[in-house]
């Protein structure tokens, strides 16, 4: 079941060019935690995290792992990937781009569907699109767009929430097996989005 939401997901997720600067490491250096960057420099880690795993230099993960399980992500694309009660999937996708660099929600949310579409191999207007809601996230309108698409046979409903800052962006997905947005998943990907920390700096 694994390799098949990983075949699934590496075909849904919805990128733009790669230039999100990712922790590709950290050390101690004269007494204080550093982390090295994807672009070769480095930052002191700043505190007030907790608990949380910080994915990105933006973007933390505050759930706990024992109930959402680290995976490896099936695209590079995808920064971070949990699996909670070995049914459900959540990812991160977090882009250094923002609306100063004119990338907007709208535009995003036909990105989602037009992917969506070609795993499928369907047309845009044939994907059922489930919840189409606005909101905000991280003190930032938000979109939440829920989609079902049949792909290799098996029906998958995915729950994305876009934030775009003027900066930054970042998609917060869940998705698992069936035809409807269940209420399960509905709490789930709440959930998934309440654990998570954004600030586009």
């Known amino acids: 079941m694994r390799n098949l939401f990983t075949i ?3 075909c849904l997720c919805i990128a733009m060019p790669a230039t999100a600067q990712s ?3 950290t050390t101690v250096v004269d007494g204080q935690k550093v982390q090295l960057l ?9 505190g007030g995290t907790g608990d949380c795993a910080q994915l990105h230099v933006k973007l933390s993960f505050c759930g706990d792992t024992r109930e959402w399980q680290k995976s490896d ?9 949990y699996m909670f009660k070995q049914s459900f ?20 949310r036909k990105i989602a569907i037009e992917n969506a579409a070609a795993a499928a191999g369907v047309s845009a ?3 059922a699109v489930l919840v189409n809601e ?16 049949v792909v290799d046979s098996l029906a998958v409903v995915f729950a994305n929430t876009i934030v775009v800052g003027k900066n930054a962006m970042v998609q917060i997905n869940t998705f698992t097996l069936g035809t ?7 709490d789930i990907h709440r959930d998934f989005v309440s654990l998570t920390k954004f600030d586009e700096g």
């Open 8 to 10: 699934l997901a590496s």
């Open 23 to 25: 922790i590709v490491g």
């Open 38 to 46: 994807s672009d070769n420099t480095w930052r002191f880690a700043e």
């Open 73 to 81: 992500p099936p695209s590079p694309d995808i920064i971070a990937q």
């Open 89 to 108: 999937f959540g990812q991160y996708i977090i882009e250094d781009v923002g609306t100063e660099s004119g990338v907007t929600r709208e535009g995003m």
């Open 125 to 127: 207007a044939e994907v």
């Open 134 to 149: 606005e909101g905000t996230h991280f003190g930032l309108p938000s979109d939440t767009l829920v989609y079902a698409v």
């Open 180 to 186: 409807e947005f269940a209420p399960e998943h509905n």
